[in-house]
């Protein structure tokens, strides 16, 4: 057990590169500050709902009334400042948490008067991620000003390493948590039956009911019965196996494809759109995204600055932007 122990300490303390950590900071940081700007006016709209309608969940269960207007406003615009800070790296070390802390009681406070959005959970759970770690050593207003204070670049660390480790272990855990939902409710019948087919047929003629933006793609493919089963199988895999995503590169890369495409589908057939992970932030912590840089590579060693000059390939051109951590 005490060699397990080790092994999983050293696996999840892993050294890691600031610059790998400070852009998933970046990535994910930029998507939620521009998801709240987006939202602002939304967000602020439930101060003028009617006092009955407030029903707190979550860390806004403290609350036994409804927030002020004014003190509503102030802490959307509170978190969009806080985000801005989380972004460009300054002064982290605070900025970080309080943004975390503001986005958690922002979306949590709108989803206590109605619909729950799902959707943010991840989202806001990644922000908390990076917010605990050392997010900022690098590509930051920060690690500027401790390099013109004369200290040395960031070497990679466990302290890096641990960071994108929750943020990967975050992820897989809300796909598995949604495979073992669906056995919850429906057991092997969810793979094997028109469950599936049942959710897209009537999640469409609901939205044609109300006269909401649904999908003629999905109204099409439920007519052909056999479609369905083998792709309720293949969500139910990916999301019961997520959690393989966490020992091996190659299975990393599967599972991110696998549950991309899960999510094309659903815009597909029912129109929903979960722009967090279509846009692969919310699988960005199994990429080398340091790595990226190395892309651009080829292209500046094949231009010379004279007629008489060759430039040989740079050896950093490879495929190893595809790699997982």
Not at 72 to 88: D, H, K, M, N, T
Not at 91 to 100: D, E, Q
Not at 123 to 140: F, K, P, Q, Y
Request: with cysteine; net charge positive; hydrophobic share 50%.
């Amino acid at each position: 057990m005490r060699r397990l122990l080790d092994r999983l300490d050293r696996g999840f303390f892993a050294e890691a590169p600031a610059e790998r950590l400070a852009l998933l900071r970046l990535l994910v940081g930029a998507f939620a500050l521009v998801y709240l700007c987006v939202r602002a006016v939304h967000l602020q709209r439930v101060g003028h709902l009617p006092p009955e309608s407030f029903r707190p969940i979550g860390v806004v269960s403290a609350l036994s009334a409804p927030l002020p207007l004014w003190a509503v406003r102030g802490l959307v615009g509170a978190a969009i400042a806080a985000g801005a800070a989380f972004v460009a790296g300054y002064r982290f070390r605070v900025a970080g948490p309080l943004f975390s802390a503001l986005l958690l009681w922002v979306l949590t406070y709108r989803n206590s008067w109605g619909m729950v959005f799902h959707t943010e959970n991840l989202l806001v759970l990644h922000v908390i991620a990076l917010s605990l770690g050392a997010s900022a050593d690098a590509l930051s207003l920060d690690a500027r000003a401790a390099r013109r204070a004369g200290a040395a670049p960031p070497a990679p660390d466990g302290r890096y390493g641990w960071p994108i480790r929750l943020f990967c272990a975050i992820t897989v855990a809300s796909y598995f948590i949604a495979g073992v939902t669906k056995l919850r409710n429906s057991g092997l019948d969810w793979a094997f039956s028109d469950i599936l087919r049942n959710y897209v047929a009537y999640d469409n003629v609901r939205k044609i009911a109300l006269g909401d933006t649904h999908s003629p793609l999905g109204g099409a493919l439920v007519r052909y019965r056999f479609l369905f089963p083998p792709l309720a199988l293949a969500s139910l895999a990916m999301e019961l196996g997520a959690p393989l995503a966490l020992f091996s590169r190659r299975i990393a890369v599967v599972f991110c494809g696998a549950a991309w495409l899960f999510h094309l589908g659903v815009l597909l057939t029912m129109a929903i759109l979960f722009p967090y992970p279509l846009l692969g932030i919310a699988f960005a912590g199994f990429f080398e995204l340091e790595k990226m840089r190395d892309l651009r590579r080829p292209r500046r060693a094949s231009m010379g600055v004279g007629p008489s000059r060759r430039y040989a390939p740079s050896s950093g051109a490879s495929s190893s932007g595809s790699h997982t951590t």
